[in-house]
């Protein structure tokens, strides 16, 4: 049969496993025996695999981490890097989140972009060439993860127990070609407010400020307590509403006073679109006359080396470079009280920069008593552009679309940054909506469609 006809035939039976799949809900729940990341994710991985089992393919389920299903043969292989597991549905749905229903040409469902429907197109793309009798001289493994969405544990056990692909893909992003990603840097600044300096007379003292759930998100609520002088804090508090424009509320009970400020959350790897309710806060704070000196000092380093620029200016970290980009910079959490303060910053870095001559840097910066630890650096990922496979994929974009394709980098991290010689490959094209993680997230049929037809090309250039 020929690849053209392959194809034909395949796609009503996608469209059918699409919507299946979509009805198990893969949200990660508390390890049951033998599933680590609970019943839902166990569930879609074991459709999967049964689904590649029926049309014959080799499949290996590793402990319900993650599976894969493979066909061809030779010493290297592909790897398609997808995952099943989806995040929470929220509210608000038009459709039921887990209905898998088809309305005007879309599928809809948690999961239909990222990454269910992807992996049931590059399943659907591997089973159409075997369909097709095409012989392979490079292995093909569909590799289905379980964990992306919380933690990526699935693709690191995977490493641990199996082999790692020679060169591959993951179809978790958006075309045309992801070749670069940048490195991923998180760390406190915590400083100790009781051993040094001790009180001063002052009007105010703040008891606490928190805001902030995930290094990785631009905080869009943060909140302090203070006492003190209540018309001296209100009158500070309305001048300073004013002066800004942040969304900012003032509140006591005659004793305390609460100030709450609202931002706009935003993913970490792009601060700038976001408004950081956090250091919307810290910039209030630091024009108040605090009653611990340490405190104080902390807020004010906050403010006066941060504040709410994104670039890392302050701490002497706002380079750049040609293939990814300036560095950006995110507070996502502060935790202070009276004792001890702490802000957990998540940066993004430039592909051609190390995280630890970044972390030198910021160190020559701190101001004294603050104190950076915690760190954890996912140095960036890079695959040229003459590689084999940027070629191969470029060639069938390009054929499959007629659209131009070329490479571009993020500074989000995919699957692809775990394997060498990987990348991120779609599944959204160009212009279309961002539906990840959002409400009545859907795949077009026609996208999904295409997505199956790229996938088949890649594949069959790879093979043959
Ligand atoms: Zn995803």
């Known amino acids: 049969m020929d690849v053209e006809k392959a ?10 496993s699409v919507c299946e ?22 569930k879609a991985l074991e459709y999967a695999l049964d689904l590649a089992d029926s049309f014959g393919l080799r499949t290996r389920n590793l402990d319900n981490y993650i599976g894969w299903a493979e066909w061809g043969e030779g010493d290297e292989m592909v790897g398609i890097l997808v995952h099943l597991d989806v ?4 509210k608000g749905w038009t459709y039921p989140p887990y209905g898998g229903e088809i309305h005007d040409g879309k599928i809809y469902g948690r999961g239909a972009i990222d990454n269910k429907g992807p992996a049931m197109a590059a399943l659907y793309a591997l089973k159409t060439l075997k369909d097709a009798g095409v012989k392979f001289k490079r292995r093909v493994r569909v590799i289905f993860g379980t964990n992306e969405e ?10 641990e127990h199996d082999e790692a692909p020679t060169m591959g893909f993951s179809p978790d992003a958006e075309y045309p070609i992801i070749n670069g ?6 760390f406190s600044l915590k400083s100790d407010f009781e051993k040094c300096c001790g009180r001063k007379k002052a009007p105010t003292r703040l008891i606490s400020l928190k805001g902030g759930q995930r290094p990785n998100m631009v905080p869009d609520y943060a909140e302090a307590v203070l006492r003190g002088d209540v018309a001296y804090l209100e009158e500070k508090f309305r001048a300073f509403k004013e002066k800004s424009g942040y ?4 509140s006591t009970d005659g004793e305390t006073v609460t100030v709450k400020s609202h931002g706009v959350s935003a993913h970490g790897s792009l601060p700038h679109k976001g408004k950081n309710a956090v250091m919307q806060l810290v910039a209030f704070l630091s024009e108040l006359d605090l009653d611990n000196t340490a405190q104080e000092d902390f807020i004010r380093f906050l403010n006066d080396k941060i504040g709410l620029d994104t670039t890392g200016k302050g701490l002497g970290v706002d380079v750049s470079d040609d293939l990814s980009g300036p560095l950006t910079f995110n507070v996502g959490i502060i935790r202070l009280d009276e004792k001890a303060g702490e802000v957990v910053i998540n940066i993004r870095y430039p592909i051609k920069y190390k995280g630890e001559e970044l972390l030198f840097r910021i160190k020559e910066n701190l101001a004294q008593g603050v104190r950076l630890e915690d760190v954890s650096d996912n140095p960036p990922h890079y695959v040229p552009e003459d590689s084999v496979i940027v070629q191969t994929l470029k060639e069938a974009y390009e054929k ?17 940054r775990m394997v060498k010689n990987a990348v991120a490959f779609g599944p959204g094209f160009p212009g279309k909506p961002e539906l990840a993680h959002e409400k009545d997230e859907y795949i077009e049929i026609e996208d999904l469609l295409k997505n199956l037809r790229i996938y088949t090309n890649v594949l069959l250039e790879l093979v043959t």
């Open 181 to 186: 990603e940048k490195g991923i840097l998180t």
């Open 400 to 416: 499959v679309t007629g659209e131009k394709a070329y490479c571009f980098s993020i500074g989000g991290g995919t699957y692809a």
């Open 21 to 42: 799949i979509l009805k198990i809900r893969s949200v990660e729940e508390d390890p049951a025996p033998g599933k680590p990341f609970g019943e839902g994710v166990a």
């Open 87 to 90: 995040v929470p549905e929220g």
């Open 7 to 16: 194809i034909k035939l395949n796609e009503e039976p996608l469209i059918r």
């Open 247 to 250: 969304d900012m509320e003032f």
């Open 150 to 159: 919380s933690g990526m544990k699935c693709i690191n056990y995977y490493l």
